[in-house]
């Protein structure tokens, strides 16, 4: 099946540092989210992005499709920012449409 | 309103007890899903209902049994549970099963003793 690899495993970032988390897959996708999972469990979706770039704020994605990977940027951190970023892709198999998580980025931002 | 909404927060069961975790979403979404997250590790998938028809069942052990009543609530009914099975359970929804964008809720932290 798909794999989906994130690097880094673990991030330390000082308040107000910028961070480009990296997302990885080894076969062609039919789209791409990225979460973050915030310290008291709740998964947020930050971007769904198959191909291009998009911006919210602080945070901006890059998808290379073609290159198979992703990139999350976080700008001028906040220990708000702290938790673990999940990307997810999705693939199809024999029934049907499947979410395959990458094991996550864990990011904390020290004040 | 871009929300899913689970109850309750927490629970904690012994082996022998029967519970079930609820969860409502109000965004016309014709795909739920149940996950199960261990700490630092992603959610894994166990069941998914398109258009209120399971889809997707995860080789889940019969202790776990799905409910989707309507096409706003899910449910999952909880019996004879074991320790290793303590974890988040995550509801979820799309538009579309697993092609569209993915609205999480706030999970259930389960113990089971």
Known sequence: GIQVEQSPPDLILQEGANSTLRCNFSDSVNNLQWFHQNPWGQLINLFYIPSGTKQNGRLSATTVATER?????????????SGVYFCAVTTTMEYGNKLVFGAGTILRVKS | DTEVTQTPKHLVMGMTNKK??????????????????????????????SYEKLSINESVPSRFSPECPNSSLLNLHLHALQPEDSALYLCASSQVMQLEKLFFGSGTQLSVL
Do not use: N
């Not at chain 1, 940027?73 to 906040?78: D, G, K, N, R």
């Open chain 2, 20 to 49: 079930s975790l609820k969860c409502e979403q109000h965004m016309g979404h014709r795909a739920m899903y149940w996950y199960k997250q261990k700490a630092k590790k992603p959610p894994e998938l166990m069941f998914v209902y």
């Open chain 1, 69 to 81: 990977y992703s990139l999350l940027y976080i700008s001028s951190s906040q220990t708000t920012d």
